[in-house]
Each structure stands twice: as structure tokens, then as C-alpha cells.
């Protein structure tokens, strides 16, 4: 079994071996798919929006969205405008993984947008649009844009964007709404209502981590609840049981990758556990992989299956903590320290408040299984649980026995 750390470089992972089979566990944030393959990129809503903006700012007061685009902010604090030096201070981060894989898969859109659509149709595009450029009208559509309105229902509108964000007031019901105007009207309106009490001049809650804040609108909060970090598991195709597991996984809504988002202070996903015991499962314990116990064996999973199992999912996920860890450049108490002082640059404080946050998940996520390993011995198995559904072992754990 086997553990990776991967990060936004090319250096080959690390594997660190404790078991004969290993799954492949990834301590980072997943990247955004590919949109558009090459070729289509005309047809992806963010796209279209990103080159109407910019078509609209070139033709500057002649725009009837001119009040509006005057107000657009040129740059915000989010990390896909920071400079090389700005980036170095998130380094080892989940944060610096996505940051950077969102800026590829940008460049990516412009090339094939820059040569299908831009040179193609220079009426339109009289002036010269950089990747800068187009980074930023990516940008202000990712801070601006409601939630529910991403991928193919996409829209940017102007005014209910001014809506700005306060954790003082949570919902989980929508902010707005949208519905047809009039009776037999074709025309559609939206509407910003509030489904809680609120006084004028209050904001709204967005239920996101520090490091999806600072990617989408560049800021983030002194809350604990908002640290969190996403662990990446799947099962390698290198395993010998690679498709039982899989079969197992999808019987069970999940597939060959899943993903835990692990917040501080809050117990781990459930699902984590019984994932992590398919993954380690081998040896001995393969017979649970057998189809007879295919309806049934998720069911096992959520229990310690045996020690040997048990005692390498702690190892697993141990080691991978530790190599995470091991990639920043500061400690937790360093880090603390300067979110004490007074004065720091709004980029720095996001980058300390974000590093600061996923090493205390990391910490937490090592305590766990710390305190599991040092627990294998009082744990009762699958074994045990079987001897005890058939009456063969007391609920003290003693082996009964019968006289002829």
C-alpha cells in the first residue's frame, strides 16, 4: 500500500510503502475538469459571458453596459491574480494545487478561444486580448456569478452581484429566485428575497471553506469551521482486486476516486472509514470481496475489519499526513504568531489564515488515527463478530464451549 502527496510541481510523487497493495491516497484539493475540449471552447457558457465582457469593455462608453463594467473591479485579492512571490507563501497547499490548476485550464480556453473565435472575428475584436485579459473577465464571473447559476445556466446580473457576504446569517434555502413575468409573459424576472429575518444592511452566509474563498473572491475568516481540507482516495488499478473493489464501491454511490472534505474541529465524512477498509482489503480479508457477500460487505466495512487491515489504514493515512505536512515552509506556530501581528497585507493574511488552517486539519486528521492505532487491540473484528452471531463467543469474549 502506498501513499502520494501530490503538488502543483512536477516532481515525481512519493510513495511510501507499508503494504503489499496499495490504494492511491491524494491530500489535495481536486482540479476543475476540462470544460471544453479543444475545439469547443465557443460553446462553454463561462466562455461565451467571459468574451461578451470583454467585447463590451472594448467598446467602452459606446456600451450600453458601460455604468456597469465602470464599477467591475480590475483585480481582486483571489489567488489566480497573485504574483510568483505572492504564490510562494501558500506553498504546500491544497490552495496552491487548484490555484494553479484553474490558471492552466484558463490558458488552455484562451488558446483555442484566441485562435477560433478572436482571430477569427477581429469586428468584434478590434484591440488585442491578452490572457490577462481573459483572466480576469474569469474572474470577476467566478466571484460575481450565484451559485446555482454556474455551468449551462450561467448569467451575470448586474446589481444583485453588489450582494456581499457576512457569516452572521445562514440558510440553507436560496437567496433569489427566478420566474416569468406576468401571467402569459415570455420574459423572466430575478428576484433577490431573503429566507430569514434580516436588517437592512446585513449580508449573507457562503457556505465555503477559507481556501474556496480566497480562490473565488479573495478573502477569507478566523473561523475554524471554515479549515478544511479534501482527501483524495482512490482504488489503483494496480490491484489485483481492482475491479471487485470497484464494483463494491459503485454498489455503494461511489466510485474508483472519492473525495472527503475533512472541516476542523468535525468528525470525519462516514463514508471515509468503510472506503479507506476496501481499499486496504486484501490478504486474508479478501474472502469479503467474494460476490456472496457482495450485498452485505459495506455493511462489514463500517466496522474494523481486522487488525491487520485496521492497522494499515492508520499507516496509510499517517505517513500521507506526515508528508503533507513536511511541505510547508512554516509551522502552525509561526503562523499564529503572525496572524498576531498588526498590519499584515491583505494577500499575506490570506495565505497565512489558509496554510494555518490545513495543517491543523492535518494535525487532527493524524491525531485520529493516532489515537486508533494505539486502540487495535481492544477493537473486536469481523471474526469475532462472526464467532458471536453463531453463539460461539460470550459477550466477554470467551470462547464457549459444549460437554457431550
Same mark, same amino acid.
Given at each position: 500500500?502506498?501513499?502520494?502527496?501530490?503538488?502543483?510541481?512536477?516532481?515525481?510523487?512519493?510513495?511510501?510503502?507499508?503494504?503489499?497493495?496499495?490504494?492511491?491516497?491524494?491530500?489535495?484539493?481536486?482540479?476543475?475538469?476540462?470544460?471544453?475540449?479543444?475545439?469547443?471552447?465557443?460553446?462553454?457558457?463561462?466562455?461565451?459571458?467571459?468574451?461578451?465582457?470583454?467585447?463590451?469593455?472594448?467598446?467602452?462608453?459606446?456600451?450600453?453596459?458601460?455604468?456597469?463594467?465602470?464599477?467591475?473591479?480590475?483585480?481582486?485579492? $483571489?489567488?489566480?491574480?497573485? $504574483?510568483?512571490?505572492?504564490?510562494?507563501?501558500?506553498?504546500?497547499?491544497?490552495?496552491?494545487?487548484?490555484?494553479?490548476?484553474?490558471?492552466?485550464?484558463?490558458?488552455?480556453?484562451?488558446? $483555442?478561444?484566441?485562435?477560433?473565435?478572436?482571430?477569427?472575428?477581429?469586428?468584434?475584436?478590434?484591440?488585442?486580448?491578452?490572457?490577462?485579459?481573459?483572466?480576469?473577465?474569469?474572474?470577476?464571473?467566478?466571484?460575481?456569478?450565484?451559485?446555482?447559476?454556474?455551468?449551462?445556466?450561467?448569467?451575470?446580473?448586474?446589481?444583485?452581484?453588489?450582494?456581499?457576504?457576512?457569516?452572521?446569517?445562514?440558510?440553507?434555502?436560496?437567496?433569489?429566485?427566478?420566474?416569468?413575468?406576468?401571467?402569459?409573459?415570455?420574459?423572466?424576472?430575478?428576484?433577490?428575497?431573503?429566507?430569514?429575518?434580516?436588517?437592512?444592511?446585513?449580508?449573507?452566509?457562503?457556505?465555503?471553506?477559507?481556501?474556496?474563498?480566497?480562490?473565488?473572491?479573495?478573502?477569507?475568516?478566523?473561523?475554524?469551521?471554515?479549515?478544511?481540507?479534501?482527501?483524495?482516495?482512490?482504488?489503483?488499478?494496480?490491484?489485483?482486486?481492482?475491479?471487485?473493489?470497484?464494483?463494491?464501491?459503485?454498489?455503494?454511490?461511489?466510485?474508483?476516486?472519492?473525495?472527503?472534505?475533512?472541516?476542523?474541529?468535525?468528525?470525519?465524512?462516514?463514508?471515509?472509514?468503510?472506503?479507506?477498509?476496501?481499499?486496504?482489503?486484501?490478504?486474508?480479508?479478501?474472502?469479503?470481496?467474494?460476490?456472496?457477500?457482495?450485498?452485505?460487505?459495506?455493511?462489514?466495512?463500517?466496522?474494523?475489519?481486522?487488525?491487520?487491515?485496521?492497522?494499515?489504514?492508520?499507516?496509510?493515512?499517517?505517513?500521507?499526513?506526515? $508528508?503533507?505536512?513536511?511541505?510547508?515552509?512554516?509551522?502552525?506556530?509561526?503562523?499564529?504568531?503572525?496572524?498576531?501581528?498588526?498590519?499584515?497585507?491583505?494577500?499575506?493574511?490570506?495565505?497565512?489564515?489558509?496554510?494555518?488552517?490545513?495543517?491543523?486539519?492535518?494535525?487532527?486528521?493524524?491525531?485520529?488515527?493516532?489515537?486508533?492505532?494505539?486502540?487495535?487491540?481492544?477493537?473486536?473484528?469481523?471474526?469475532?463478530?462472526?464467532?458471536?452471531?453463531?453463539?460461539?463467543?460470550?459477550?466477554?469474549?470467551?470462547?464457549?464451549?459444549?460437554?457431550?
Amino acid at each position: 500500500m502506498a501513499a502520494a502527496i501530490h503538488h502543483h510541481h512536477l516532481l515525481p510523487p512519493r510513495l511510501l510503502s507499508v503494504h503489499p497493495q496499495p490504494p492511491r491516497l491524494r491530500l489535495r484539493r481536486p482540479l476543475p475538469r476540462r470544460a471544453a475540449a479543444s475545439g469547443a471552447a465557443a460553446g462553454t457558457p463561462w466562455v461565451a459571458v467571459a468574451l461578451l465582457l470583454l467585447r463590451e469593455a472594448a467598446r467602452g462608453a459606446g456600451s450600453p453596459w458601460a455604468p456597469y463594467l465602470a464599477i467591475l473591479p480590475r483585480q481582486t485579492d $483571489s489567488t489566480i491574480f497573485w $504574483s510568483e512571490e505572492e504564490l510562494l507563501e501558500i506553498q504546500g497547499t491544497q490552495l496552491l494545487s487548484t490555484t494553479m490548476g484553474v490558471k492552466e485550464y484558463v490558458q488552455s480556453e484562451f488558446e $483555442s478561444v484566441e485562435a477560433e473565435i478572436i482571430s477569427e472575428n477581429r469586428e468584434l475584436f478590434p484591440g488585442t486580448v491578452t490572457f490577462d485579459d481573459f483572466l480576469w473577465a474569469f474572474g470577476i464571473l467566478r466571484s460575481r456569478v450565484f451559485a446555482e447559476l454556474r455551468g449551462d445556466k450561467l448569467a451575470l446580473i448586474p446589481f444583485a452581484d453588489l450582494v456581499n457576504h457576512s457569516d452572521d446569517i445562514t440558510s440553507k434555502e436560496s437567496s433569489w429566485e427566478i420566474k416569468g413575468k406576468g401571467l402569459f409573459g415570455r420574459d423572466v424576472v430575478f428576484s433577490l428575497r431573503t429566507p430569514v429575518n434580516v436588517k437592512s444592511g446585513e449580508q449573507y452566509d457562503l457556505d465555503k471553506s477559507n481556501a474556496e474563498l480566497a480562490l473565488d473572491y479573495g478573502f477569507t475568516e478566523s473561523n475554524s469551521s471554515r479549515d478544511a481540507y479534501t482527501l483524495t482516495l482512490e482504488i489503483s488499478e494496480s490491484d489485483p482486486f481492482y475491479d471487485d473493489k470497484l464494483d463494491i464501491a459503485e454498489l455503494n454511490g461511489m466510485g474508483e476516486t472519492a473525495y472527503f472534505d475533512i472541516v476542523l474541529g468535525e468528525s470525519l465524512p462516514p463514508q471515509m472509514l468503510p472506503y479507506l477498509r476496501l481499499l486496504c482489503l486484501g490478504g486474508t480479508d479478501a474472502f469479503l470481496l467474494e460476490a456472496l457477500f457482495r450485498n452485505a460487505v459495506w455493511g462489514h466495512l463500517e466496522l474494523p475489519v481486522s487488525q491487520d487491515n485496521e492497522e494499515a489504514i492508520c499507516q496509510v493515512i499517517r505517513n500521507a499526513c506526515k $508528508s503533507a505536512l513536511g511541505a510547508y515552509h512554516t509551522t502552525i506556530e509561526e503562523d499564529e504568531e503572525l496572524l498576531g501581528s498588526e498590519n499584515l497585507q491583505p494577500r499575506l493574511q490570506i495565505a497565512v489564515e489558509v496554510r494555518a488552517g490545513e495543517k491543523k486539519v492535518l494535525q487532527q486528521i493524524d491525531d485520529i488515527f493516532k489515537q486508533r492505532e494505539e486502540e487495535l487491540d481492544g477493537l473486536e473484528y469481523y471474526q469475532e463478530r462472526r464467532l458471536k452471531d453463531i453463539g460461539l463467543v460470550g459477550d466477554n469474549g470467551e470462547i464457549i464451549f459444549w460437554e457431550s
